[in-house]
């Protein structure tokens, strides 16, 4: 237990505050500490301490062994850093509370859950109280009297010195505190000398928020405080025990709290669109049509899972006394790593199926679709779904790997073929059940046979559609030589006449790249094209301009070798090809180490049928792409993944079957 001067408790409250809010910042000089403690926004009581107080509280915190002074290599000025997380054990929701109460005061569960925010974002009231409750265990906070006509009472903090008499003085603490600072500073020096340079360690930075930003104008939208190592293990034992109540419970009160939570998404369908729009690009127009496609899956999910996991009796194979039957057991604890791109159809393609089934889920959102992630868990959580129940993980490829490594049951990745392989192994050795939605490289063919105007539109859409950015994107097209100059032809002038622009605009077709790093694989792939003999028809660089952009590209006199026509582009670039017949169309689409997809554009559905039905492809189109259906079972080979979503196939992947072999 450490008990801090008033003083103490500030320059703390504002390290602990900074690390956060202003990890670029951060570790903080003095003067920057100054300021910090001074400042007149979330600050209670507003204070101004002068060097020498801030100097001498850091010494008192050194002392306490929660600061530490840390030099940046090559650089002279000494910065502080505190080290509270370590020494009083507090994991993220407990630090930022804590953090809070030392810069504010006593506060009510609702203050501290919206003053919070910057830091944390907790999901719900109750998790907050969670957390107090936690943090009264270890003793360090304190519930106060309810006073009369208050409806919620105030918690204070244990660890500042004569913080319960002040704060039950309330009223006019402000002044009585800094009248308190004014006095104590004259007494003490100013100059005393700085820490011999031994005691300086080297500048650590820990990762402990996650900047959002806007990739169309690539500024901050908010920072989110990362799930650390230590609060994903307590989040998966918290899980672990709130999951078998959860499978016991009936399947049609399960489905009714994920009616309940469709129905609020429903409600919240634009807020729902915008955030993804801002945080990921997405045009607004399609961010919307994802969100309101989604709603038929959760309710296909509603209607269907309790059949497909109702228990079933087998007609034996050989008459006789025995009974055989099947039941169906949830696998236990899902955690589910998810990707950007279609964080809707993604996420809840296996929380929803996980939730119905009776799993607990972890959920991971990619980092550039946290706020979506986050909200969608939130409305999960007003709807009624306990909040142990579905939790989300937040932070980059860190704390999925704490994920995996974790006490899970299950883990459920979408996203790169090269993560996707680092996920499996590093769960192989537990037996951990996996399944992998990995890449694509997902090619078109256009016979001799095709209306060129419609086959090029339709191409195009699959081509470009949230800027290329899906799995099963056409990212090479193979066209048959009769019709290859004209379908060229329309096809630039398709992509020619897309608006590329602000994703906010209803109007725009093309946004920015959810990812500024994948510029540099964009510009890579056309630059080895074009190098290698390749023409650009249309776009084919950067657009200058803040965030991440791309101009939509259109390469022809493309051959095999090329990047463009082998990895996975994820953007929007694609290459047309010439070829002769059916058979050399067949052997292009399938020459690839991924097998998302493949489509045949004909007039005629069986020539379509005989080239697809002969493609190492888990989804086969016939005039369409990029589509997927909540009936149909979702898969890829290859490179391109491992075990099956959607459908009743989907549903099973997160159930353990049972035999029952019962003699009278
Ligand atoms: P990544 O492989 O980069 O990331 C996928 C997820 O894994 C993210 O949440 C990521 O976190 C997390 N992650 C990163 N490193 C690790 C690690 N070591 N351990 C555990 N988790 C980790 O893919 P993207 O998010 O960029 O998604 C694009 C890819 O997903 C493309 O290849 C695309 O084809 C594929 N995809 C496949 C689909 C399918 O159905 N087959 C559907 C949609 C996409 P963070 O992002 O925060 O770093």
């Not at 003085?169 to 006095?183: D, E, L, M």
């Not at 078998?244 to 919240?268: C, G, M």
């Not at 993804?276 to 049509?289: A, L």
């Not at 622009?501 to 994948?518: C, F, K, M, S, Y």
Request: aromatic share 6%; net charge negative; charged share 25%.
């Amino acid at each position: 237990m450490i008990e801090l001067s008033s003083e103490e408790a500030r320059v703390l409250g504002c390290l602990m505050e900074k690390a956060v809010t202003t990890p670029d910042n951060y570790p903080l000089s003095v003067n920057a500490l100054i300021n910090a403690c001074n400042q007149s926004t979330n600050r209670d009581p507003i204070v101004a301490y002068d060097e020498a107080t801030v100097e001498r509280a850091l010494d008192g915190l050194r002392e306490k062994r929660v600061s530490r002074r840390v030099r940046a290599t090559g650089q002279r000025v000494v910065k502080h850093r505190h080290v509270v997380d370590e020494a009083l054990q507090l994991s993220v929701p407990e630090y930022t509370v804590l953090g809070v109460l030392l810069l504010r005061g006593a506060q009510t569960p609702g203050e501290l859950k919206q003053r919070a925010e910057r830091w944390h974002t907790f999901r719900s009231l109750d998790d907050l109280e969670e957390t107090l409750q936690r943090l009264a265990d270890k003793d360090y906070v304190r519930q106060l009297e309810r006073r009369p006509g208050q409806k919620e009472s105030r918690w204070m903090t244990l660890i500042v010195t004569g913080a319960e008499a002040a704060f039950a003085a309330a009223g006019a603490p402000s002044v009585a505190a800094r009248a308190s600072v004014a006095t104590e500073v004259d007494g003490e020096g100013s100059n005393r000398d700085p820490m011999p340079a031994p005691a300086v360690e080297p500048d650590t930075r820990v990762e402990r928020s996650l900047e959002v930003r806007n990739p169309a104008t690539d500024e901050l939208i908010r920072s989110v405080a990362v799930t650390d190592e230590r609060e994903v293990e307590r989040k998966v034992e918290r899980a672990r025990r709130a999951q078998p109540a959860w499978a016991a419970r009936s399947y049609d009160e399960r489905a009714t709290l994920l009616r309940a939570f469709r129905d609020l998404l429903e409600a919240e369908t634009e807020e729902c669109a915008q955030i993804t729009t801002r945080e990921m690009g997405k045009p607004i127009v399609q961010s919307r049509n994802e969100v309101r496609a989604v709603l038929d899956r959760v309710d296909w999910n509603v209607e269907h899972v309790g059949a497909v996991i109702a228990p079933r009796a087998v007609a034996a194979a050989a008459p006789g006394p025995v009974e055989e039957r099947v039941t169906y057991e949830p696998v236990g604890l899902v955690a589910h790593i998810s990707a950007w791109n279609y964080p809707y159809f993604v996420g809840l393609g296996a929380v929803v199926p996980a939730l119905l089934t009776g799993n607990a889920v972890l959920y991971k959102p990619s980092e550039h679709a946290t706020l979506t992630g986050l909200r969608i868990v939130d409305i999960m959580h007003r709807a009624g779904i306990p909040v142990d129940i579905v939790q989300t993980i937040v932070g980059s490829g860190a704390a999925g790997a704490a994920l995996v490594s974790a006490e899970i049951d299950m883990v459920c990745f979408t996203g790169s073929y090269e993560t996707g392989r680092r996920v499996a192994r590093s769960v192989a050795d537990r037996l951990v059940r996996v399944q992998l939605e990995l890449g694509g490289k997902d090619g078109a063919y256009v016979c001799d046979d095709v209306d060129v105007d419609s086959a090029a539109l339709a191409v195009a859409e699959g081509a470009f559609y949230n800027g290329g950015q899906s799995c099963s994107a056409i990212e090479r097209v193979y066209v048959h030589d009769a019709i290859f100059d004209r379908f060229v032809d329309a096809f630039v002038d398709v992509v020619g006449a897309y608006r590329t622009g602000d994703p906010d605009d209803e109007h725009t077709d093309v946004g920015p790249l959810a990812r500024a790093a994948q510029l540099d694989v964009l510009d890579a792939q056309v630059g080895d094209a074009v190098a290698k003999g390749a023409r650009v028809l249309c776009g084919g660089k950067r657009i200058d301009r803040p965030g991440a952009w791309f101009e939509p590209t259109v390469l022809v006199d493309v051959d095999p070798s090329m990047s463009v026509m082998r990895d996975e582009t994820f953007g929007p670039v694609v290459g047309l090809q010439r070829v002769r017949d059916d058979t050399e169309a067949r052997l292009s689409l399938d020459d690839t180490e991924f097998g998302l997809g493949g489509s045949v554009f004909s007039a005629e559905r069986t020539r379509a049928e005989r080239i697809l039905s002969r493609l190492e492809v888990g989804n086969a189109y016939w005039n369409r792409s990029d589509r997927s259906s909540v009936t149909l079972p979702w898969s890829g080979r290859r490179h391109s993944g491992m075990g099956v979503s959607m459908s009743e196939s989907g549903i099973r992947a997160f159930v353990r079957e049972k035999a029952w072999h019962l003699g009278p």
